[in-house]
């Protein structure tokens, strides 16, 4: 199954080759044309036959947070550096995989209670009895994933690591499959190092200087217990961006989007989220300006390593981006 593909393939920010090549092999029966630029962004071209046709990024990131290491002490215990945004307290008593296979355990230098936002607290413990040991398998500079694998759960729902943001690639790679004949030019985007600032996203849509972006991506649910203030609920349909904290949505594009998910009777909510932030935020501010917009999963425990998603939404937003991008847009009825 693809999306458990994607899920269990590695890909840290700036590391996402292994991925990247899952979805290369996936989508290229599909596409026009396909380039992988410098910063390893994988950019699949579809070109639109439309009379009035735009020029369209849609972009998921490739890329999951993880950790580097940067020191190996003399007992072979290993502090690493967060890329992305690491859930501290929730990270520790958790397992980590290197590249090359190796696991780790997670710990914390100080009690569970007292750990803040600093993953310098925590350490890997691979079971080396010192540091000699360690350095024959870890080395500084290596970088790891969390261990937590594609499972489904019940009601049509999945968890594992990484769905941040391969269920975003998932619905580029399946929407794509349902387009033969585009109004519009399409640029689907597999963007890297999104966790890190956003930066592969920022790269290409200054290559592609498309005239509307869509982001592709989850966001934070609000529906269970201790979840935080948000309107977001798993299950209740694609959810459709209105801003969060690196975008404020273009109002004619959120208009479209809605008035297309009505006219095809797709299940949606709005999306409103107090901080975060998509690869529509680095399309916006892009060239001298982007009108941008985006296609979330609403998804609990964000950033963890066994996050959660429903199916049904998942789905509901690849007919919702299938459609959405077929749409002839007039700039004019702004």
Do not use: W
Request: aromatic content about 8%; hydrophobic content about 40%.
């Amino acid at each position: 199954m693809l999306v458990e593909k994607l899920v269990n393939a590695f890909g840290v920010s700036g590391y996402e080759k292994e991925v990247r090549n899952v979805i290369k092999e996936e989508v290229k029966a599909y596409a026009d044309e396909i380039t992988v630029d410098a910063l390893g962004n994988l950019i699949v071209f579809k070109g639109g036959i439309g009379e009035n046709k735009k020029k369209i990024m849609a972009s998921a990131h490739m890329d999951e947070i993880g950790f580097q290491v940067i020191k190996i002490d003399d007992k072979g215990f290993i502090t690493a550096r967060a890329l992305g945004g690491i859930p501290v307290a929730g990270t520790n008593m958790g397992r980590v995989k290197f590249r090359n296979g190796v696991v780790g355990l997670v710990s914390s230098t100080i009690a569970a209670k007292d750990l803040t936002t600093d993953t310098k607290k925590l350490f890997i413990d691979i079971g080396a009895k010192d540091k000699e040991e360690a350095e024959q398998y870890v080395r500084i500079g290596d970088v790891a994933a969390y261990v937590g694998d594609y499972a489904e759960l019940k009601g049509n729902n999945i968890t594992g690591k990484g769905l941040d943001d391969r269920i975003g690639c998932y619905i580029l790679i399946e929407a794509l499959k349902k387009i033969d004949k585009p109004y519009n030019d399409l640029y689907f985007v597999f963007s890297t190092q999104e966790e890190v600032g956003l930066r592969g996203a920022t790269v290409a849509a200054n290559r592609i200087n498309p005239d509307l972006g869509i982001a592709l991506d989850v966001t934070i649910a609000s529906d269970y217990p201790n979840s935080g203030e948000g309107s977001n609920k798993v299950g209740a349909g694609t959810a459709i961006k209105i801003s969060d904290g690196s975008v404020i949505c273009n109002e004619y594009l959120v208009d479209e989007m809605i008035a297309c998910a009505k006219e095809n009777e797709i299940k949606y909510q709005l999306d409103v989220i107090d901080g975060g932030g998509t690869d529509a935020g680095a399309i916006n501010r892009s060239n001298y300006g982007v009108r941008a917009t985006g296609i979330s999963v609403a998804t609990r425990y964000v950033h963890g390593p066994n996050a959660l998603i429903s199916m049904d939404d998942t789905n509901a937003s690849i007919d919702l981006l299938a459609k959405y991008v077929d749409r002839e847009f007039d700039f004019d009825k702004e």
